[in-house]
């Protein structure tokens, strides 16, 4: 069993930043490609952003390409997801995965099998 623990969501101001981290106590998670996903309020949950388990290969979604940056310390058994220039159609639950059964990046939410409770992430207009 895998548990992610999410935090660093909050209210910020369009064209503003915050940095989300997931952490696990678990040192496996420097095997694993990890996931950002989102949902938005009456919306489907949305890939956001992956890295690879060694960091060294990272996927977005278009949306996010060049405002966010997905980022990892498996020292610390902890993923980053930096998020600039946000806008308020970035507001939404934030939430991590573990995708445990493949090394390749994948944006299906399906294909990850360990998910964080989620964190809230609200730009203001």
């Known amino acids: 069993q895998v548990q992610l623990v999410e935090s660093g969501g909050g209210l910020v101001q369009a064209g503003g930043s915050l940095r989300l981290s997931c952490a696990t106590s678990?040192?496996?998670?420097?095997?694993?490609?990890m996931g950002w996903f989102r949902q938005a309020p009456g919306k489907e949950r949305e890939f956001v952003a992956a890295?690879?388990?060694?960091?060294?290969?990272?996927l977005y979604a278009d949306s996010v390409k060049g405002r966010f940056t997905i980022s990892r310390d498996n020292a610390k058994n902890t993923v980053y997801l930096q998020m600039t220039s946000l806008k308020p159609e970035d507001t939404a639950v934030y939430y991590c995965?573990?995708?445990?059964?493949?090394?390749?990046?994948?944006?299906?939410?399906?294909?990850?099998?360990?998910w964080g409770q989620g964190t809230q992430v609200t730009v203001s207009s």
């Open positions: 995965a573990a995708d445990t059964l493949r090394y390749s990046l994948t944006m299906t939410s399906a294909e990850y099998d360990y």
């Open positions: 678990r040192r496996t998670l420097s095997r694993y490609s």
């Open positions: 890295i690879s388990w060694s960091g060294g290969n990272t």
